[in-house]
């Protein structure tokens, strides 16, 4: 089954220690995105690549980035992961803009910050 | 930004009675989606109603929107255990979703 895959579903790292999360998907999609949520709490857009172009929310900290090396897979850098950026992280994609496409989503990858 | 406001925050009904969750948003949409998800899980799309529908069905959901109140809402009927989630809605804009806080179902067998 085409899908969006996430790994891995549980990341821990040390405050301060650079971790990358990764992204698939089979699908073929434009677009992939990658979102914040935090427990009890909607997700939240961090930027998202159409193609390969690359759109940051205007709220989105610096510590987070991102690199899409082809179609099928997207990455989220945190270069120096603080206490606050413990969430779920989770990658998304949609054929097109999200005006009349939903999105796929993967099932996230829960990151834990010591 | 969040875009939605939902009701109720949580709600908890018996297996087999229906489940009714409503969707305020502020601005013009072009779409409105909603979405479940289960404990530790991905988003799963429901359904999505454009600005221009009234009613969709799918199954055992009904969404309705009502544009000129800026609202939606989302029925499950029948509800079963395994509707347990979060229900979500998310205001569609061009390449985002702006979603809503959500709302916890919990049913109760």
């Known amino acids: 089954d085409a899908m969006v895959i996430q790994n891995p579903r549980y990341q821990v790292t040390q405050f301060g220690k650079p971790v990358t999360l990764s992204c698939s998907q089979t699908?073929?999609?434009?677009?992939m995105y990658w979102y914040q949520q935090k427990s009890s709490q909607a997700p939240k857009l961090l930027f998202h690549y159409y193609d390969k172009d690359f759109n940051n929310e205007a709220d989105t900290p610096d510590n987070f980035q991102s690199r899409r090396p082809n179609t099928s897979f997207c990455f989220l850098d945190i270069r120096s992961p603080g206490l606050g950026d413990a969430a779920m992280y989770l990658c998304?994609?949609?054929?097109?803009?999200?005006?009349?496409?939903?999105?796929?989503f993967g099932d996230g990858t829960r990151l834990s910050i010591l | 930004s969040q875009q939605g406001e939902e009701d109720p925050q949580a709600l908890s009904i018996q297996e087999g009675e229906n489940a009714t969750m409503n969707c305020s948003y502020k601005t013009s949409i072009n779409n409105l989606q909603w979405y479940r998800q289960n404990s530790g899980r991905g988003l799963v799309h429901l359904i999505l109603?454009?600005?221009?529908?009234r009613e969709k069905h799918s199954g055992r959901l009904r969404v309705t929107l009502d544009t000129s109140k800026k609202s939606s809402s989302l029925l499950i009927t029948a509800s079963r255990a395994a509707d347990t989630a979060s229900y979500f809605c998310?205001?569609?804009?061009?390449?985002?979703?702006?979603f809503g806080a959500g709302t916890t179902v919990t049913v109760r067998a």
């Open positions: 998304a994609t949609s054929r097109e803009g999200a005006s009349f496409q939903p999105q796929h």
């Open positions: 699908l073929n999609h434009n677009v």
């Open positions: 109603i454009r600005s221009n529908e």
């Open positions: 998310a205001r569609g804009d061009d390449y985002k979703l702006s």
